[in-house]
């Protein structure tokens, strides 16, 4: 049953989303400095990266679905502590394989995120949903972006092991702090957690919103993840020559991006988010030829950066108020098999972006998170054409009503 979201409790599941997912990238800006450290080679330095995602990709298939099983309040208590415990075995960590074993551990519990998306979506009044989720799921790109920066400056003046001890202490009081001022959510369904798994695999196959939505951010986050993961590259040498923590400053960069698109779940309330959804890709595009301009003059890649993270923003919103608003029963097994196309797309644009860097420079990488902007941007085309809206969301859904515009 809705009962509404306070202000100071959206502030509160912001910052679980931000210190959450921090857990997973706060090791790029340090990733050279801490392999050195924990005596790994070079060429294993991947696997600091790798394991974060790859305990990220097994909660939100694992853990997610809890959410609609039990108390998700208490279920973000609980991983929040667990996040803290991957977080401080990374902070103590005497070599590569512990290290490996803390990050996927904070990966896995890192779900709390998802957890607390649906949470949101549950308690929140119909015509505030997409609001209260704009707010709090903007904490996520706070934290992806923003401890780039924290993470760069403690790695440059204390050590590279301060941002996780951070983290693991800042888990640890939002755990309290969940605990102390949220109103209870009891669970919503009765179905139990082997049904809610197979139901998200079902999702798939007969949901052709959840579908379309889920592609869309595959290559909407393919995109994000192109410019993100590859963006030291060209930063670093000729003939800017960036350190760490100036390259960590370009964060900051896209946080103005993605706070200002907090406002696009504002939009989706008054029926608008196929709309959003449109323009926004259309921007993500855009952004391309100035990011793409980055030996050429900053302030082009700075414009860029702004369009690209508002734009991801955005239409990450709109796909959560439409997913969430169609299945307000297991919104938790919802947000967890689509979060799964996030994770694969992030990963996707990590990958090529050093590919085609290496081939073909930061213009080839550019070409890249282009196509996949283009390539979303056509897939909500198509959903247009063939009459995908939210009005048929769960029409192919057994178990769910259509929901309404």
Same mark, same amino acid.
Do not use: K
């Given at each position: ?5 306070? *202000? ?55 853990? &997610? ?24 075995? +990374? ?46 799921? /903007? ?7 923003? +401890? ?14 301060? +941002? ?13 702090? &969940?605990? #102390? ?12 957690? +082997? ?97 793409? *301009? ?55 644009? #990590? ?6 860097? /290496? ?47």
């Amino acid at each position: 049953m809705a009962v509404g979201v306070t *202000r100071s409790q959206r502030l509160v599941l912001a910052l679980v989303c931000a210190v959450a997912v921090s857990t997973i990238y706060a090791i790029q800006p340090v990733l050279e400095t801490a392999g050195t450290g924990l005596g790994l080679a070079r060429e294993s330095l991947g696997w600091l990266v790798a394991a974060g995602q790859v305990g990220y990709f097994a909660g939100l298939v694992l853990l &997610v679905p809890l959410g609609d099983v039990l108390n998700r309040r208490r279920l973000i208590t609980v991983h929040l502590v667990l996040t803290a415990v991957g977080a401080a075995v +990374v902070a103590v960590a005497p070599n590569g394989v512990v290290a490996v074993v803390g990050l996927a551990v904070a990966g896995l519990f890192a779900v709390v995120v998802q957890v607390t998306v649906a949470y949101v979506a549950a308690v929140s009044a119909p015509n505030e949903r997409g609001r209260n989720i704009g707010a709090v799921t /903007s904490g996520v790109v706070i934290g992806i972006l923003g +401890v780039r920066v924290v993470a760069g400056v403690l790695g440059d003046t204390v050590v590279w092991r301060a +941002v996780y001890a951070l983290l693991a202490a800042l888990c640890l009081a939002l755990a309290l702090t &969940v605990r #102390a001022t949220l109103d209870p959510d009891s669970r919503t369904s009765d179905a139990r957690y +082997v049904q809610v798994l197979a139901s998200m695999g079902r999702l798939a196959r007969t949901d052709r919103l959840f579908l379309s939505r889920g592609l869309i951010t595959f290559f909407l986050f393919a995109s994000f993840g192109t410019l993100w993961s590859g963006l030291a590259l060209p930063l670093g040498t000729d003939p800017w020559n960036f350190g760490t923590t100036q390259i960590g400053l370009f964060g900051v960069v896209g946080l103005a991006g993605a706070l200002g698109a907090a406002r696009a779940g504002r939009s989706a309330d008054s029926g608008r988010a196929q709309a959003i959804t449109g323009s926004a890709l259309v921007l993500l595009t855009a952004a391309w030829p100035l990011i793409a *301009r980055t030996e050429a003059a900053l302030w082009l890649l700075i414009v860029g950066i702004i369009l690209l993270d508002f734009a991801v923003q955005a239409v990450h919103v709109s796909s959560q108020h439409l997913l969430t608003a169609a299945h307000p029963n297991n919104a938790s097994s919802v947000i967890g098999a689509y979060m799964a196309f996030y994770s694969l797309g992030s990963a996707l644009g #990590a990958i090529t972006t050093t590919w085609a860097y /290496s081939n073909w420079g930061w213009s080839g990488s550019c070409w890249v998170g282009a196509a996949y902007a283009v390539a979303a941007l056509i897939l909500w085309g198509a959903a247009q054409v063939t009459g995908i809206t939210r009005r048929g969301a769960a029409s192919q859904s057994p178990g769910h009503q259509p929901a309404r515009v």
